[in-house]
């Protein structure tokens, strides 16, 4: 479950950082460089965009089925990410959505954070 929180987590912060981009890219100032920007940025994070979709639909189901510890906010993480990847951009803007990918990062790694040391010394 440690290693499905931290490839949830890593993959939230990435897709944060695209729509963090495409904000920028967005609200620059040249149209045409805008144009370029946009089709490449699509081009690099678009198959991103579905394996990080598919790794939270699997982690939200991976979670519920083992209930082990930190299953919750994992779950929770996942189930706000999911939005980000349908109309959210639409509706909450490019930055807004990268936020609330933040915030699904934070979620999917903060069972992390309560781990005994031991278990990590033992466990790896």
Do not use: K, N
């Not at 991103?48 to 979709?53: K, P, T």
């Not at 936020?99 to 934070?106: D, E, H």
Request: glycine share 10%.
């Amino acid at each position: 479950m440690r290693v499905l929180s931290i490839l949830c987590g890593l993959s939230f912060a990435v897709m944060a950082g695209f729509f963090l981009a495409c904000s920028t890219v967005v609200a620059s100032a040249q149209p045409a460089l805008r144009a370029i920007d946009l089709v490449m940025l699509g081009r690099i994070f678009g198959p991103l965009s579905w394996a990080a979709l598919a790794l939270a639909l699997l982690g939200a189901g991976l979670a519920l089925r083992s209930r082990c510890e930190g299953w919750a906010p994992l779950v929770a993480g996942c189930a706000i990410f999911v939005p980000c990847q349908f109309g959210l951009p639409h509706v909450a803007g490019l930055a807004g959505t990268a936020l609330l990918c933040l915030t699904a990062a934070g979620l999917a790694l903060s069972p992390l954070t309560r781990m005994p040391i031991s278990y990590w010394r033992v466990a790896g």
